[in-house]
């Protein structure tokens, strides 16, 4: 079972930045779909961003491109988001979500997802 862990959260000023990471465990994926959403209080599940291996295409919303970059570490089995230019609109839980295959869609059919790290972003 593939598990997906959440780090990186937390309480910054706006203009900020932080690093969030997500490391999975349970299986090594040679190719992979890895996507990070958001979800605010009373708002629906937003897409931020996504990255697809072997290829290393990456895909970043309008509302944090410029912003916002997604990298992977496959020796770590990692994938980060940096955030940069932290605005109070940022604030949500980040999830991470996985599946195994590079060929789906970059907004759903995921396999895996974790329990997600709170981002607050204060004025």
């Known amino acids: ?3 997906l862990v959440e780090s990186g ?6 203009g900020g930045s932080l690093r969030l990471s997500c490391a999975a465990s349970g299986r090594t994926f040679s190719s992979y779909r890895m ?3 958001r979800q605010a209080p009373g708002k629906e599940r937003e897409f ?3 990255i697809r291996w072997p290829s290393g295409d990456t895909y970043v919303a309008n509302s944090v491109k410029g912003r916002f970059t997604i990298s992977r570490d496959n020796a770590k089995n990692t994938v980060y988001l ?3 230019s932290l605005k109070p609109e940022d604030t949500a839980v980040y999830v991470c979500a996985a599946a195994d295959d590079s060929w ?3 907004y759903s059919t995921y396999d895996y997802w974790g ?3 709170q981002v607050t972003v204060s004025s």
């Open 35 to 37: 996507g990070w959403f």
């Open 104 to 106: 789906g869609s970059i």
């Open 82 to 84: 940096q955030m940069n």
């Open 1 to 3: 079972q593939v598990q």
């Open 115 to 117: 329990q997600g790290t």
């Open 48 to 50: 931020v961003a996504a």
């Open 9 to 14: 959260g937390g309480l910054v000023q706006a």
